[in-house]
């Protein structure tokens, strides 16, 4: 519980003025510093967001944005990156969507300090305006000339491009660079900034301002017909492509006598292989028929693999590269996330490029672990070339001044829509817009957090002095000095009812507690059915065990709901934990009345900012 104690309380000290800083959203017109019904609309569109209840779940694009913020088009983001020294409590990284906020997406700060942005391969095919404000603060003498970097990390399959409409730094315009990367599948634009923009006129450190408006265009991942497909030519492979086709010691394999092996493997699998695509098709039926799927948390050189004929999804892309290597045919692992409608779960998979009778390079998917599971070869060969929603591309947007020593403060705003070719926008124009706008958006979280504490609607927290714990909703005995039934608001924005063993040693099994477990199996299995139609779903919904390791004691029964069925779906959810017993008619309304005054999301974070208002209030007096 440590990091998210310690990252609440960074959220928590910066404020929501402070949080929110500049949120854009679709259907801008010309900006104008006195468009305030252009601003309002905005705000009133981020915060359309509401406890009506919602159908069933038919699609897994129905809960996408349960998984993450999913870059789709015309939904409006906004990624925060505030790099202020760590001591600084102001610091936060973090992404808005739709009314909701997602802080790191649930990782803790070590290892992952980018909040979790994605990309599905559906939704290429799109032309993404943003609008980029930073602001440079110098920590040292700033000596000479640097720039400011933001990179947009974009698969290779969605061939990036991003062109620049225009860009300031502190109200001069200046000419932005943009770099593309097809090597690393981003792309970079770089800000001049001058050592005269971070000096005032005495000499002394100040403030920078940039603001930069562009277009990031997405291009259409399609199957492509094989026959529109050719051989790449080892010679004329391009420079970016030339490593990605080349099995290599060291990197590959460990020697020659294993790049040999592996080189034979290819060869025996691909013997019947007309051409590469052909090959490809091949290669994946072979590893995909050949491994047998077993979790591993050792990485192996694929003759390893190759040998011991196991391996998890790593393991699976790893001999599947290696081999593709080994026949000169461009590819890559690529690391990611598989999105089914019943889970998400880190993955990798593979992919390959070759080259289009047309011209150009045609990148596509090729997943040989999923191809595993399949019942036919014809089933393994759709693991080629799949345009599938399963697989998630993180796409966290990465900001850096390079060559200067500044802190930024940066937001990105993806997908703001602004309509028509507009040129000359004033930046103290667009600058008062989006302070319009984010002031819009605090005021609205400002009123829902004033609405709770009015109401009389602030939880208890269950570690009163621990910033991150969960709130508990409700709590009763089940049975007296061994078990305790509690309903808890999670920080994750989920809602979890779960039986819980008092104390050591203590078995569930009385008759009181099994009354308990099997309503919380009824619950599970009949909102399973009603919202999933049967499907799994455990991102969504989950009914889990915990045992002691020692004893094999059942020592808690959990079963819960996440964020995305809070907000959609908490009608048929209050009327079985009703019907069930689970919740009294005071916990059921405490929920309802939660979710009625919070408009329906982010139940938790404004829980947090009530308290601290409540706090604040309280301190002035």
Known sequence: MGWYSRTVHRRLTIGFLGLLVAILVGGLKQLTAADSDTAQRAVERLMATGPDPAPPITSDEEHAGAVAPVLTPRTPLLYHDDTLPATDPREARYLVSEGRIFVLDGVPRVGQVEPMLRIRPVDGGQHIAFIVRSTLTPHGPVLGDGVLEIVFPAPAIFRPSVEVRSAWVSGRSVDATVLPHARRGTVTVQVPVRVADLRGTNGTPRPASVLVEAILELQRYDSVDPIKLTDPEPESIPAPLAELATLSIGSDCRDADEKEKLSRAARAATATAPDSYQQVLAVNSFVSSRLRYLESPIRRWPGQILEEEVGDCDDYSALTVALLRALAIPCRPTRGFLYDFGAVAPHTWVEVALPRTDGGTHWFICDPTLAAAALSEDERESAVQLPSRAHLYPAQPLVAPSGLPAHHVTDILLNTAASGRDEGRAPADLERYMLDVSTGVARAFNG??????????????????????????????????RSTLRTMLESEERIVVELVAVGDGVDLGDEGEREVIEALRASYGQLDWLLFHGLPAHHCLELAYARDPHSDHLQRVRLSFNRYLVQCHL???????????????????????LHRTSGGTNLYYLQELARRRVSESNHVR
């Open 448 to 481: 829902r957090a004033d609405a709770l504490a009015r109401a009389n609607l602030l939880v208890r927290r269950e570690l009163p002095l621990s910033p991150g714990s969960s709130y508990v909703i409700g709590e009763r005995t089940i049975t007296e000095g």
């Open 571 to 593: 009608r048929p959810i209050l009327k079985r934990m009703r019907k069930q017993g689970l919740w009294t008619d005071q916990e059921a309304g405490l929920v309802e009345n």
